[in-house]
């Protein structure tokens, strides 16, 4: 089992939609989760982090985390075809160290159609 | 602009023939990771300085190392590039723990 899972798509959402993005994780001891936005062969670009359950809002940009149901999600309001990209799901867990570890799901292509 | 700067964007190197992949930064963090990302893949963590300190990951072939010789620049040394390690490779840094990393634009490799 991957420990950070997103369904690969591609989602394709019409201009002006809702984009809706999903992520679950398998370590309980995941403390904080982070959505990258990357465009086609560029580098990952961090858009959104959350730690606490619930929502956390940011312009056009709505993150949800719901630990007990291990999941994570990214919602895009007003998608523009801009949005197009793959999408990177992120979990960091502490680990007991003063380090700790980031991993990071495969991504869901977004398509944002005009 | 404080920026984390990979060289070259692409390179293109034999099967076989060592090959010098490079990462600068000017934000002053004290962590620095490579990453391998192939197509429709997670990138895959390679290993990372902690400051001075070089951690490998376990599955990290024998074939990739790292240098840093100072807290700006760190560098990825392939010895023998086979055709499996054509792929994106990504420099990002972090402040302390690996929560929000600053990413490079990466390197693409090639293996001719």
């Known amino acids: 089992q991957k420990e950070v899972e997103q369904n690969s798509g591609p989602l394709s959402v019409p201009e002006g939609a809702i984009a809706s993005l999903n992520c679950t994780y398998s370590?309980?001891?995941?403390?904080?989760f982070f959505w990258y936005r990357q465009y086609s062969g560029k580098s990952p670009e961090l858009i959104m982090f959350?730690?606490?359950?619930g929502d956390k809002e940011d312009g056009r940009f709505t993150a949800q985390l719901n630990k007990a149901s291990q999941y994570v999600s990214l919602l895009i309001r007003d998608s523009q075809p801009s949005d197009s990209a793959t999408y990177l799901c992120?979990?960091?867990?502490?680990?007991?160290?003063?380090?700790?570890?980031?991993?990071f799901g495969q991504g869901t292509i977004l398509t944002v159609h005009p | 602009d404080a920026m984390v700067i990979q060289n070259p964007r692409y390179q293109v190197t034999q099967f076989g023939k060592p090959v010098t992949l490079s990462c600068s930064q000017t934000?002053?963090?004290?962590?620095m990771y490579w990453y391998q990302q192939k197509s429709s893949q997670a990138p895959k963590l390679l290993f990372h300085?902690?400051?001075?300190?070089?951690?490998n990951e376990a599955d990290t072939p024998d074939n990739f190392q790292s240098r840093r010789p100072n807290t700006s620049f760190c560098f990825l040394d392939i010895r023998s590039p086979g055709l499996g390690d054509a792929a994106m490779y990504l420099c990002?840094?972090?402040?302390?723990?690996?929560?929000?990393?600053?990413f490079g634009d990466g390197t693409r490799l090639s293996i001719l």
């Open positions: 990002a840094t972090s402040r302390d723990r690996p929560r929000a990393q600053h």
């Open positions: 370590d309980r001891g995941s403390q904080s």
């Open positions: 959350i730690y606490s359950n």
């Open positions: 992120a979990a960091f867990n502490a680990g007991g160290t003063s380090y700790g570890k980031l991993t």
């Open positions: 934000l002053n963090h004290n962590v």
């Open positions: 300085y902690y400051d001075k300190d070089f951690n």
